[in-house]
Structure formats: structure tokens, C-alpha cells
């Protein structure tokens, strides 16, 4: 399973890991993601997502129903 955040998208940053002396190594920055579980209120179950923190804090203001129609998901599938 890739590591992308099933409601925003987000996914890891290519970034420089900088030394002391200044040399650059290439690094990922991974997302923080999380597995949860989320009442669905409309399919009357939980359903179970990989998200990252910021769309949890997100999930909590708007809701499940408004951020699975913005990425366009179908929970159904979960």
C-alpha cells in the first residue's frame, strides 16, 4: 500500500539531508500517517482510513462526508 494519506493525498517530500560540513544527501520526508477508525454516521459503521495528523484535525471541524466528496472517495469501499 503506497504511503499517501487516502483524504488530502499528501505523501512524502524529497528533501536534502545537510552535514556538518555542508554535503547534501537525499532523504524522504515521510507524511505522518495514522491508521483510524472513523464513524460514518450516513453508512451507520466505521470505517477504517490511513490519514495523516492534519487531516484527522481537519476530520474533527468538517467531517467525514465533506472531505471523502472533496478527495472524491466512495467510503462504501472501505
Not at 507524511?31 to 487531516?55: D, H, I, M, Y
Amino acid at each position: 500500500m503506497a504511503r499517501r494519506c487516502q483524504l488530502t493525498g499528501k505523501k512524502a517530500n524529497n528533501g536534502f539531508a545537510v552535514s556538518h560540513s555542508h554535503r547534501r544527501t537525499k532523504k524522504l520526508q515521510q507524511a505522518n500517517l495514522q491508521w483510524k477508525r472513523v464513524w460514518w454516521p450516513e453508512g451507520n459503521r466505521f470505517v477504517r482510513l490511513r490519514l495523516s495528523t492534519t487531516a484527522i484535525k481537519t476530520l474533527e471541524s468538517k467531517g467525514i462526508n465533506a472531505m471523502a466528496k472533496e478527495a472524491g472517495i466512495n467510503l462504501n469501499k472501505f
